[in-house]
């Protein structure tokens, strides 16, 4: 059992950085890999961004590469989203989530999920 609470976001203008923290508890954190996702009102929830347990495989949509960067402290239990270049368009809360899934990218390969923290983008 991973019990996960996000923070870290808050109200920002475009072109500035956030930067995430998902704290887990339990002592098998470090053999989850984990994710990040974004859900927007009146959307579904999306996939940001993955990595594996060991923190050596990541994955990113297509609309934050090169300006979202995750990784995670497994010493630490915890796992971070630093977000560069914000856009409106990234608005969303952002959840957290914990899973032995080898699809990192899909919601369903996920058993654990934090309560989600807000990030708005200002244009």
């Known amino acids: 059992q991973v019990q996960l609470v996000e923070s870290g976001g808050g109200l920002v203008q475009a072109g500035g950085s956030l930067r995430l923290s998902c704290a887990a508890s339990g002592r098998t954190f470090s053999v989850y890999n984990m994710g990040w996702f974004r859900q927007a009102p009146g959307k579904e929830r999306e996939f940001v961004a993955a990595?594996?347990?060991?923190?050596?495989?990541?994955s990113y949509a297509n609309s934050v590469k090169g300006r979202f960067t995750i990784s995670r402290d497994n010493a630490k239990n915890i796992m971070y989203l630093q977000m560069y270049s914000l856009k409106p368009e990234d608005t969303a809360v952002y959840y957290c989530?914990?899973?032995?899934?080898?699809?990192?990218?899909?919601?369903?390969?996920?058993?654990?999920w934090g309560q989600g923290t807000q990030v708005t983008v200002s244009s």
């Open positions: 990595l594996t347990w060991s923190g050596a495989t990541t």
């Open positions: 989530a914990a899973g032995a899934t080898v699809d990192l990218t899909t919601v369903s390969g996920y058993a654990y």
